[in-house]
């Protein structure tokens, strides 16, 4: 997520009244997560296991728990809750936009595009042309959509994501300011969810086509020409290449890849990256043949057990 404009080290250690290492003029260009950060970006740690990774990342200033050695060409701000500050900044920069009308005047609505009844389309949102959008769609803030998309009832686009931190008095939720976007002829069906990113965007990529009840979370990225059956849930940060097929009831953990035409059948579990080009079953995931094969074997027990009596 990008500011609106350049602010120094300074004037941010002001807002989230912290102490900072480095020059006060330091540009800070943006904020995010640590998978899609940039120079100019701020990053947060709160953990000592993940210190060294996110003063080596592409970020150029440091929001953390304890003050360490600053990296060259680096700045750090130090905080007794990162976690409470990063969400200061989201809230500053991207704060919530009350809305009381169906469709916010920012929204940017493409020539030929048609938008059923009692569908919601949020501020700064921007929807191509010749789309179709059926009723009870709820398309929130700064959601991009391109030409030719066809959205059926229920589905939401942009809601937050499901990531939080325990404390000691219950959970608290990072806020979410990124974007979802959808890519030119995509198809979505009924009542499906996809969560926006933290601060980057959830993404689902052209020609790709979702059957109802699909969850994407936050920061996913889907790849071109996929095709994913009903009841798949997709964790966050997950990156699905181009032209896989997702059977019905699959679900992923987050952080993984999945690679270019696999094909993932119904019911599996996938639980780590896995290659493109083959077929996969299972929970753990394995290649189909293999994990056939061993459901055969088994098979075979009472008949390899009576043999012994």
């Known amino acids: 997520m990008k500011f609106p404009k350049s602010h120094s080290l300074q004037e941010i ?19 995010n997560e640590i ?20 003063l080596q990342s ?18 750090l701000l130090i905080s007794d809750d990162p976690f409470r500050d990063f969400n200061i ?49 709820s398309i929130y803030d700064h959601t991009v959509i391109g030409d030719n998309v066809i959205i059926h009832a229920g589905t939401i686009l942009g809601a937050d994501a499901f990531y939080y931190k325990k404390r000691p008095e219950g959970f608290d939720q990072l806020v979410s300011g ?4 959808i890519e030119d002829n995509v198809g979505i069906g009924a009542l499906c969810t996809i969560d926006k990113g933290v601060t980057g965007d959830t993404t689902i990529g052209e020609g790709s086509k979702l059957d109802n009840q699909v969850h994407v979370g936050h920061d996913t990225v889907i790849g071109k020409k996929c095709l994913i059956a009903s009841q798949t849930g997709i964790a966050g940060c997950v990156i699905i290449e181009d032209e896989v097929t997702m ?4 679900g992923t953990t987050s952080g993984i890849t999945i690679g270019s035409k696999a094909v993932v059948m119904g019911q599996t579990g996938v639980t780590k990256s ?5 077929s996969y079953f299972g929970t753990p995931i394995e290649e189909s043949r293999e994990k056939l094969k061993q459901l055969a ?8 057990l009576s043999k012994l009596k």
């Open 178 to 181: 990124g974007r979802v976007v």
């Open 247 to 250: 059977w019905g009831q699959v």
């Open 89 to 137: 900044l989201t809230k500053h920069f991207k704060p919530f936009q009350f809305a009381n009308v169906a469709i916010a005047p920012s929204a940017e609505i493409g020539e030929g595009t048609v938008i059923q009844p009692n569908t919601f389309v949020g501020n700064n949102v921007k929807i191509g042309k010749n789309c179709l959008i059926h009723s009870n769609v």
């Open 58 to 75: 592409a970020a150029t200033i440091v929001l953390i728990n304890k003050e360490v050695e600053c990296p060259e060409g680096k700045a």
């Open 297 to 304: 074997n088994i098979k075979k027990i009472p008949e390899i």
């Open 274 to 278: 896995v290659e493109g080009g083959k």
């Open 35 to 54: 998978h899609v950060v940039e120079p100019g970006d701020i990053v947060f740690v709160d953990h000592p296991k993940y210190y060294d990774k996110a």
């Open 13 to 31: 250690a002001h807002l989230l009244n912290c102490k900072f290492i480095g020059d006060k003029d330091f540009q800070v260009l943006g904020m």
